[in-house]
């Protein structure tokens, strides 16, 4: 299995998580939370395997991970981030599908459809808020990096 590099944002996710279970706050977890903190991480191993990766990770045999050696074990699970260059490729994909003309924007309504194919529970005021802060110069278009911003929050 290969370990993944941990963005900072992966890292607050397993800080929260390891948290969670330090319920003394001893800066370490008992071993027997590992396979619930990795079914939560999405992943379900077999008593044996499960085993096998806390003997690996409790390298002083105590019954207790601390935090380094929590993250060692989880980043072996962690899905790696997707790569900017890649999310950027796609979202420009995404854009030109919209920006039929290639004109470099598309209209804040063509923005607003984008916005409620992604997620139709997100109120009509809350479409209006967004696009009203990206379209600060009041153009009524979103330009590709408007776009980027919004998708990304970069």
């Not at 991480?41 to 050696?69: A, C, K, M, P, R």
Request: no cysteine; aromatic share 10%; glycine share 6%.
């Amino acid at each position: 299995m290969e370990k993944t590099e941990l963005s900072k944002d992966q890292l607050k996710v397993l800080k929260a998580s390891f948290d969670a279970f330090d319920k003394d706050k001893t800066g370490s977890i008992p071993t027997d939370v590992v396979g619930t903190i990795l079914e939560l991480l999405g992943h379900t191993l077999s008593e044996e395997e499960l085993e096998d990766v806390i003997d690996e990770y409790d390298e002083d045999e105590s019954g207790q991970l601390e935090f380094n050696e929590f993250v060692q074990l989880a980043s072996n699970y962690v899905e790696p981030e997707e790569d900017y260059d890649a999310l950027r490729k796609e979202l420009r994909e995404v854009f030109m599908m919209y920006d039929k003309e290639a004109k470099g924007f598309i209209p804040v309504d063509s923005f607003k459809q984008i916005l409620r194919e992604l997620d139709g529970a997100v109120p009509e005021e809350e479409l209006d808020d967004i696009v009203d802060e990206i379209d600060a110069d009041g153009s009524g278009t979103v330009d590709f990096e408007e776009f980027m911003e919004v998708m990304t929050g970069f």
